[in-house]
T-cell receptor
Framework: GEDVEQSLFLSVREGDSSVINCTYTDSSSTYLYWYKQEPGAGLQLLTYIFSNMDMKQDQRLTVLLNKKDKHLSLRIADTQTGDSAIYFCAESTPGNQFYFGTGTSLTVIP | EAGVAQSPRYKIIEKRQSVAFWCNPISGHATLYWYQQILGQGPKLLIQFQNNGVVDDSQLPKDRFSAERLKGVDSTLKIQPAKLEDSAVYLC??????????????FGAGTRLSVL
């Protein structure tokens, strides 16, 4: 399968911005996604970006895509304690196959 | 609209026993996925259905895992016999078939399996 890599942990103070990074290997990816997983719950889609875009903003969330470097990031502005969770990036291929990263555990310190 | 439903939420079995999980996707979603999520890892696709046909089962350990979606709606995933390394959360997801949305997956809460 394809490799999708993320750093494992991130801690930020409440009110600061969080930036979660992801790298992937498949240059033919069609969509890239960010999912949030809270303890004991399934994955919740936060946002996604089409591979021919380089930025997408949705309220407190900003997604940046550098297709040349195969790098995706998620910025959360004004991070709140309710944002504490595991964040997964994922990519889909033209064949509609999905590959998930290992997840980044975000801890928000009050 | 109702989300993806899975049952049971938790299951504890001994190794070599059998277990089955059930998934009801969002109404009208033609594509259904089963994932295995081992603690500390991202979800790994086991099998993908389009209606009642299998699209991708390349990562399904077919000697012990089986899945079906006979009427193109609900699906069951079975493990027989279970091994210790099968302890994981089994996630079901579905996606619609519209061109614009077909790549967005909606996940159920998962079934947490512990094999002792």
């Amino acid at each position: 399968g394809e490799d999708v890599e993320q750093s494992l942990f991130l801690s930020v103070r409440e009110g600061d911005s969080s930036v979660i990074n992801c790298t992937y290997t498949d240059s033919s990816s069609t969509y890239l996604y960010w999912y949030k997983q809270e303890p004991g719950a399934g994955l919740q889609l936060l946002t996604y970006i089409f591979s021919n875009m380089d930025m997408k903003q949705d309220q407190r969330l900003t997604v940046l895509l550098n297709k040349k470097d195969k790098h995706l990031s998620l910025r959360i502005a004004d991070t709140q304690t309710g944002d504490s969770a595991i964040y997964f990036c994922a990519e889909s291929t033209p064949g509609n196959q999905f590959y998930f990263g290992t997840g980044t555990s975000l801890t928000v310190i009050p | 609209e109702a989300g993806v439903a899975q049952s049971p939420r938790y299951k504890i079995i001994e190794k070599r026993q059998s277990v089955a999980f059930w998934c009801n996707p969002i109404s009208g979603h033609a594509t259904l996925y089963w994932y295995q999520q081992i603690l500390g890892q991202g979800p790994k696709l086991l099998i993908q259905f389009q209606n009642n046909g299998v699209v991708d089962d390349s990562q399904l350990p077919k000697d012990r895992f089986s899945a079906e979606r006979l009427k193109g709606v609900d699906s069951t995933l079975k493990i027989q016999p279970a091994k210790l390394e099968d302890s994981a959360v089994y996630l079901c997801a579905s996606s619609p078939t519209g061109t614009r949305d077909k790549n967005i997956q909606y996940f159920g809460a998962g079934t947490r399996l512990s094999v002792l």
